[in-house]
């Protein structure tokens, strides 16, 4: 079984239908109440871990369901820098780059590391003046994400898989339900 695809932007539209998307996988699937409540909270901290660390967001979310698996998928857009990269890697529960599996992956992504730069601050404006803008979303920084969706997905799911090539991030994350 493969949920509707749903389309999640950095405006924060499509995260609610997210979330609304499993609980009715949850309900179809008839998962126990506890067990659905985890697979919720498993969604809800893969699409804000996502948005925390991607910032701009232009992404899809689909669940599929084999048996008691679940899989949830988002795959999203993003521009890469170094300290991006190190942070979804690090969510990951290989800490590997799912994309580099064969030697030319391999290549490929020892070429991409090497590649990216460091991120730019240079402008960023003071948490003071941010308030003042009108329709400006406010995204999460790094002094304000502090790894707590990675630390409670980690805790949640069985495994965490984030592939990368170029500005495509695959995040899968796998849980089974006895």
Same mark, same amino acid.
């Given at each position: 079984? %493969? *949920? ?14 997210? @979330?609304? +998307?499993?609980?009715?996988? /949850?309900? $179809?699937?008839?998962?126990?109440? =506890?067990?659905?409540?985890?697979? !919720?909270?498993?969604?809800?901290? @893969?699409?804000?871990?996502?948005? /925390?660390?991607?910032? +701009? ?11 008691? !698996? $679940?899989?949830?998928? @988002? *795959?999203? =857009? ?9 942070? @979804? ?8 780059? +799912? ?37 400006? %979303?406010? !995204? /999460? ?6 790894? $707590?969706?990675? *630390? ?16 495509? %991030?695959?995040?899968?994350?796998? =849980?089974?339900?006895?």
């Amino acid at each position: 079984m %493969v *949920s509707d695809i749903i389309m999640i932007d950095n405006m924060g539209n499509g995260f609610d239908d997210a @979330l609304l +998307e499993t609980k009715k996988v /949850c309900d $179809y699937t008839g998962l126990h109440d =506890k067990d659905a409540v985890r697979l !919720q909270l498993i969604s809800e901290e @893969l699409l804000s871990m996502a948005r /925390c660390i991607t910032g +701009e967001m232009h992404a899809t979310f689909w669940i599929e369901r084999d048996k008691s !698996q $679940y899989t949830l998928h @988002l *795959s999203t =857009k993003t521009v890469m820098d170094r300290e991006k990269r190190n942070l @979804l890697l690090g969510a990951a529960s290989s800490r590997k780059n +799912e994309e580099a599996g064969s030697f030319l992956g391999f290549l490929r992504n020892m070429f991409e590391d090497a590649m990216t730069g460091a991120p730019d601050h240079s402008d960023d404006l003071p948490d003071d003046a941010i308030g003042d803008l009108a329709n400006h %979303v406010v !995204q /999460c920084t790094d002094a304000e994400w502090d790894g $707590y969706e990675q *630390s409670t997905l980690r805790r949640l799911a069985d495994t965490i898989k984030i592939g990368i090539r170029g500005d495509e %991030v695959d995040m899968t994350v796998i =849980k089974t339900f006895a």
